[in-house]
């Protein structure tokens, strides 16, 4: 890492992305929204703060895992916190995020891409990236038929594998 890298990376992992002042702050809803216990709400948000340093520092695209997305999109919503406090404040640039366009070249391409990210986080940070957070590229992928329910009104029963 670079003298200046070093620096943006100490300024993202010290950004405050909860309002203090909040009774229900943004990782309150972040693991809420996902299930999460507190604790794994607050891994995913540094792993999500690990990927925006990659992106910030990297040539190439990247593509995080469904957990570090799940932060970003929920960040997204938190407009001042993402536009103004973190891009213009920190980053100094804006990073957009972009559906896929879908298809079988779509889903190659994404593939390579998680894969090349999971290899730079090694590379760029010298540990292996958590596998509960950045899981194989075949969960990564193979498990994203994903729908929003109100689990208030709804019981949610995992289906049980057939051999």
């Known amino acids: 890492m670079t003298p200046a ?16 002042d ?3 702050t943004f990782t309150d809803r972040l693991a809420r929204e996902n299930g999460w216990t507190i604790e794994y709400a607050l891994r995913a948000i540094l792993e999500y703060k690990k990927f925006i340093f990659m992106i910030c520092i990297s040539r190439q695209s990247l593509t995080p895992s469904d957990e570090v997305d799940q932060v970003w999109h ?3 919503l938190y407009t001042v916190s993402y536009w103004i406090e973190m891009c213009r404040d920190i980053l100094k640039k804006d990073i957009h995020h972009g559906p896929t366009k879908g298809g079988q070249n779509e889903k190659d391409k994404y593939r390579d ?16 990236p958590p596998e509960d957070i950045w899981p194989s590229s075949e969960i990564r ?6 729908t929003r329910i109100n689990r208030h009104r709804n019981w949610v029963v995992p289906k049980f594998k057939l051999n």
Do not use: M, N, P
């Not at 890298?5 to 992305?17: D, N, P």
């Open 113 to 128: 891409l998680y894969q090349d990210t999971k290899d730079f986080y090694q590379l760029l940070f010298k540990e292996e």
């Open 141 to 146: 992928f193979g498990q994203i038929r994903f």
């Open 74 to 76: 929920l960040h997204l």
């Open 5 to 20: 890298q070093a620096l943006l990376w100490k300024e993202i992992k010290g950004f405050e992305i909860d309002d203090l």
């Open 22 to 24: 909040s009774s229900f």
